[in-house]
């Protein structure tokens, strides 16, 4: 088996989730272009310097530096780098715990040859995104009549798909020396949004702008190359930390003895060898197959789940209310300058407030964000991922129904999306008391449950998805695109009159729109996303009874 085999083989695997994101991002930039023909830019350009820095807009900022620096430069970077982060922790972990790794190496090619060709399928499938991206922005804009001239939009591309090879590098070395796919994923999705933030915040605190020079996301726009060009010397360091990582994946990967898929100790592994805390999860559960159902998926999921609830409690908690104190009343003042479009596209708020910061920081898209991470990805790998590693087989010699096992997998991901959401509350409320920031604390109880309803919600589409079709990608890239289409469609109808009809079509409307750490639960809206967490997990269960379970990944 060619190196180029393997390689091309992977890219087969992997090019519809590649394509759905950059179709994506390329349906958001149209939006973004079409949209803000239609804004005063001075809003913008009359902002304090550090946060048009935060926000990565220059002093002549026009229509399309506006819309290129938002789609690349903020969220679509961090749609490829996620992509490519995802794709690195499954190259060898994820053949690992699929059991396939040994099929694989049982070819007469070593472990190193495999692992690079792994590698190879990363760049070149990561290059083709981001090419199909940058194709379309000449033509976008010519069609939209949007002046781009002035713009280095190659540059920030470049930028773009080195940053993205450093991340998925990061998770390939993880994933290589440990085996785990889900340690690879939570640890460098944890590094990616810690960097994020701490570039895009410590220029608001005086004093620790040098830090950001610590973080990787400084090396990807920390010389807005859209307006300045390459920076060189930015790429070459992450350049050489990838090669460093690819080094270090090649050198794990052949120091350690694999995993087989009934190899590894989890903390829930060794809670089950203990006999009294067995027998009392045995009593809580039932009968031992059935508790061994949801409990193997505790286990399967809890790196994801610790990395993402620490992220959350920590990054997007404690630390931002301590920071919000330390702000001058001039950088609190210029909240109140922020226009209006901006802030609709991170879930709206007062700002110049506590709850205005925490509303545009944590909760308008991180908050949700993390709990749909953990619960996609479940939902996706609960029945798909099963078939995909050819265990559902296995599962259903046993004496229980197809409906038991939608239930066990539907309620383990339900009891993550609220860890998740208590972890959320508990940073919120924590940070408010240590910054004296006065906030309710059953307010921030309401928006922690009101997130975890919305994540649910896509979470539930991702399992019914995977019931369905047995494809996990499908299930993970369509949850995934379902919700940026109604993230989209929120924020465009909070920012145009013409398009208010259609908000209640969107999930996120009963999320954020009463302005629940403001005013409190609106048990209307929590209702209505009970309601729909009910009809989706109910939909599950419908198209699993009926379709012939797939024998081969």
């Known amino acids: 088996m060619a190196l180029s085999s393997i390689s091309l083989k992977v890219a087969r695997d992997r090019w519809r989730g590649w394509a759905i994101s950059a179709?994506?991002?390329?349906?958001?930039?149209?939006?973004?272009?079409?949209?803000?023909?239609?804004?005063?830019?001075?809003?913008?350009?009359?902002?304090p310097e550090a946060w048009r820095s935060l926000m990565g807009i220059g002093d002549d900022v026009d229509v399309g530096g506006l819309a290129i620096s938002y789609v690349f430069g903020s969220f679509g970077a961090l749609v490829v780098a996620v992509m490519a982060l995802v794709m690195g922790s499954a190259a060898i972990a994820g053949e690992e715990r699929n059991g396939t790794m040994n099929i694989l190496l049982g070819n007469p090619r070593s472990r190193t040859h495999v692992l690079l060709s792994k590698a190879l399928a990363l760049v070149l499938l990561t290059a083709l995104a981001v090419a199909a991206i940058w194709i379309t922005v000449h033509p976008m804009a010519a069609l939209l009549s949007v002046e781009i001239g002035g713009l280095e939009v190659e540059a920030l591309a470049v930028h773009l798909y080195v940053n993205a090879l450093f991340y998925g590098m990061l998770a390939l070395a993880i994933g290589a020396a440990t085996g785990n796919r889900d340690t690879a994923t939570g640890a460098a999705s944890g590094i990616l949004v810690l960097s994020f933030f701490a570039v895009g915040l410590l220029p608001l605190v005086q004093g620790l702008e040098g830090l950001r020079k610590a973080f990787p996301w400084y090396y990807f726009d920390g010389s807005e190359p859209v307006y300045n060009g390459i920076a060189w010397g930015h790429l070459a360091v992450l350049t050489a930390a990838s090669i460093a990582l690819l080094a270090a994946a090649v050198i794990g990967f052949n120091r350690r003895d694999l995993r087989s898929q009934s190899v590894g100790t989890s903390l829930l592994d060794r809670v089950r060898g203990n006999p009294l805390l067995n027998r009392m999860i045995g009593r809580l559960a039932g009968s031992a197959r059935v508790s061994s159902i949801w409990v193997k998926t505790l286990s399967d999921y809890q790196t994801l789940l610790i990395v993402t609830s620490a992220a959350m409690f920590l990054v997007m908690g404690v630390l931002l209310g301590p920071m919000y104190a330390s702000l001058p009343e001039e950088a609190r003042a210029a909240f109140h300058d922020f226009p209006e479009e901006l802030i609709a596209l991170f879930g709206g708020?007062?700002?110049?407030?506590?709850?205005?910061?925490?509303?545009?920081?944590?909760?308008?898209?991180?908050?949700p964000l993390s709990v749909i991470l953990v619960t996609a990805i479940m939902g996706a790998g609960a029945l798909a991922g099963e078939e995909s590693r050819r265990t559902m087989a296995l599962l259903l010699s046993n004496p229980i129904s197809r409906s038991r096992i939608v239930l066990e997998k539907a309620v383990t991901m339900v009891l993550f999306g609220i860890a998740v959401g208590v972890a959320t509350f508990a940073g919120v409320a924590l940070g408010s008391v240590l910054g004296g920031l006065g906030m309710s604390i059953g307010n921030i109880a309401a928006t922690s449950a009101l997130q975890v309803l919305v994540g649910l919600v896509f979470g539930a589409l991702a399992l019914a998805l995977g019931a369905g079709l047995g494809r996990t990608s499908v299930a993970v890239f369509g949850a995934a695109g379902a919700a940026l289409a109604f993230h989209l469609l929120t924020s465009l109808t909070a920012i145009n009159d013409g398009l208010a009809g259609i908000a209640w079509l969107s999930p996120f409307h009963y999320y954020l729109g009463s302005d629940p750490l403001n005013t409190g639960m609106d048990w209307g809206n929590a209702a209505v996303l009970i309601a729909l967490c009910v009809v989706i997990f109910g939909l599950s269960f419908v198209l699993f009874q009926r379709r012939d379970i797939r024998q081969r990944g």
Not at 349 to 367: H, I, R, V
């Open 349 to 367: 708020g007062e700002l110049g407030t506590p709850e205005g910061w925490y509303t545009l920081e944590t909760f308008g898209l991180m908050a």
């Open 23 to 47: 179709a994506s991002l390329t349906l958001l930039l149209l939006f973004g272009m079409a949209s803000y023909r239609e804004v005063d830019l001075s809003v913008y350009t009359e902002l």
